[in-house]
C-alpha cells in the first residue's frame, strides 16, 4: 500500500500564498505522475495540477500563472505553491501518486486533504 499525507493548508487573506506539501510513502516500485486536485463544497473535483515522472507538468486554466507544481523525486514528495490566492480557490486539496505496485499493476493513490480557505 501506498500512503499520502498533505501538509500545508490553512487560512490566508485574497492574494496570499500557501505551499502545500505531499509526501508518499509505502510499498511501491516508482511513481508516475504526481499532482494535486481540489474540490469545494458543491463543485466537482478539479484537477489542479500534475507533473510527471519526467518533470511535465499540466495545469488547470484557472491556476495557470499562479500555482507552481514541483516535485523531489529522491524524497518521493510533490509541492504545490500557490500565489495570488483567491476566494474561489477555496477547496480541500488532496495529493495523488500514480504508483508502480507490482510488475502489472499501476495504482492511483490519493491522500486524505488539506482545507485551503481563502478570505478576509
Known amino acids: 500500500q501506498v500512503h499520502l499525507m498533505e501538509s500545508g493548508g490553512g487560512l490566508v487573506q485574497p492574494g496570499g500564498s500557501l505551499r502545500l506539501s505531499c509526501a508518499a510513502s509505502g510499498s511501491f516500485l516508482w511513481i508516475y505522475a504526481m499532482g494535486w486536485y481540489r474540490q469545494a463544497p458543491g463543485k466537482q473535483r478539479e484537477l489542479v495540477a500534475n507533473i510527471s515522472d519526467g518533470g511535465g507538468t499540466t495545469y488547470a486554466d484557472s491556476v495557470k500563472g499562479r500555482f507552481t507544481i514541483s516535485r523531489d523525486y529522491f524524497k518521493n514528495m510533490v509541492y504545490l505553491q500557490m500565489n495570488s490566492l483567491k476566494p474561489e480557490d477555496t477547496a480541500v486539496y488532496y495529493c495523488?501518486?500514480?504508483?508502480?505496485?507490482?510488475?502489472?499493476?499501476?495504482?492511483?493513490?490519493r491522500g486524505q486533504g488539506t482545507q485551503v480557505t481563502i478570505s478576509s
Open positions: 495523488h501518486a500514480d504508483c508502480q505496485i507490482s510488475k502489472a499493476v499501476v495504482e492511483e493513490f
